[in-house]
């Protein structure tokens, strides 16, 4: 089936260390994107892809990073630069093109420093 | 930024129909309006999007005020899988593409 695989679904991690969460679609979707959600809050955007080798900015990019050499994949490194890391991520992935596209969401990772 | 207002919380008896409204009064003219809906620990589910019909599925019934400015989403029988938080989201077109920009969404509670 297609979808969007996220893994791992938890982590741990010390302070101080990097970490990367992956992110695979195989939907054929040009653009992809990582969200951060804090308890009761909703969604902030973190990066987003609209084509291969080539990523944007949102608006909390600050301590992290993210690559995209292949279409299916976009992965999130968290790095030590983050100093409030610990968080809900959620990986997405549409087509491009109009605002009536549906953006897809994987299961999210759980991040937590410990 | 194109911004959302929702209720916190609503209740709904199940089986009884459900009225999420939204106010997004700063919408333009581009501005597609999503609704998607999350379950603790998982990612949000789409449900239904419009521009400035109204649309429905099998999910749901999206109605969409004549001046754009509001919109309500229609769950014609709630049941208990129902129950999650529900965003409504203003797609914008920004920095070269379309973005989804996250308010709280209204949490729904369904009585059994």
């Known amino acids: 089936d297609g979808g969007i695989t996220q893994s791992p679904k938890y982590l741990f991690r010390k302070e101080g260390q990097n970490v990367t969460l992956s992110c695979e679609q195989n939907?054929?979707?040009?653009?992809m994107y990582w969200y951060r959600q804090d308890p009761g809050q909703g969604l902030r955007l973190i990066y987003y892809?609209?084509?291969?080798?080539?990523?944007q900015k949102g608006d909390i990019a600050e301590g992290y990073s993210v690559s995209r050499e292949k279409k299916e994949s976009f992965p999130l490194t968290v790095t030590s630069a983050q100093k409030n890391p610990t968080a809900f991520y959620l990986c997405?992935?549409?087509?491009?093109?109009?605002?009536?596209?549906?953006?897809?969401f994987g299961e999210g990772s759980w991040l937590t420093v410990v | 930024d194109a911004k959302t207002t929702q209720p916190n919380s609503m209740e709904s008896n199940e089986e009884e129909p459900v009225h999420l409204p939204c106010n997004h009064s700063?919408?333009?003219?581009?501005?597609?309006i999503h609704w998607y809906r999350q379950l603790p620990s998982q990612g949000p589910e789409y449900v239904i999007h419009?521009?400035?019909s109204n649309v429905n599925n099998r999910m749901a019934s999206l109605a969409i005020a004549e001046d754009r400015k509001s919109s309500t989403l229609i769950l014609h029988r709630a049941t208990l899988r129902d129950a999650a938080v529900y965003y409504c989201?203003?797609?914008?077109f920004g920095a070269g593409s379309y973005q989804l920009t996250f308010g709280k969404g209204t949490k729904l509670s369904v009585i059994p």
């Open positions: 892809s609209q084509i291969v080798n080539d990523f």
């Open positions: 700063t919408i333009s003219g581009t501005d597609y």
């Open positions: 419009g521009l400035t």
């Open positions: 939907l054929n979707h040009d653009a």
């Open positions: 997405a992935s549409s087509t491009s093109g109009t605002g009536g596209n549906t953006i897809y």
């Open positions: 989201i203003l797609r914008v």
